[in-house]
């Protein structure tokens, strides 16, 4: 079994994988949001690629909990991405996600520019983490 975390972004989608035992999150890349939905495409190579089973899709709760626009968006585009897929995907709250990986590239001094680019992968890293954590008895 091998999970697949998703921190999507209508600009960028951050993916992150677990390892076969399904214990640790590894970031992986950062796929770019184009209109000719070639963001798909990728990222079921990536899920053919490392034998995926699960996807775990970040979920933007506002902070009291409710579900707003981008919320739904996120639920309408999973379902999608179930049907494309052919995989079982779950969704998951990401509250914080993106400020904690800020938070950690900040700590390791990472420019700027660099944690721009790497954000989104570490957020579904650290969102998929949560979600393996929540499996263990």
Known sequence: MRFMG???GTKRIGVAI??????????????EVKA??????????IANTYEIT???VGLP???????????RQV???????????GLPVELW????TSFEAETVMMGFNVKPRKR?????????GILLKSYLDSLDP
């Not at 000719?36 to 190579?45: A, K, L, Q, V």
């Not at 709760?61 to 919320?71: F, H, K, Q």
């Open 116 to 124: 721009k680019k790497a954000i989104d992968k570490i957020a579904a």
């Open 18 to 31: 677990s390892d076969m035992g399904c214990t640790m999150a590894h970031p992986l890349e950062v796929v």
């Open 6 to 8: 998703i921190d999507y």
């Open 93 to 96: 709250d990401e509250r914080l």
């Open 75 to 85: 639920i309408q585009w999973s379902k999608e991405l179930e049907v494309f897929l």
């Open 54 to 56: 699960h996807v775990i």
């Open 61 to 71: 709760y506002n902070m009291d909990g409710s579900i707003g626009n981008i919320a």
């Open 36 to 45: 000719d939905g070639s963001c798909m495409s990728r990222i079921r190579e």
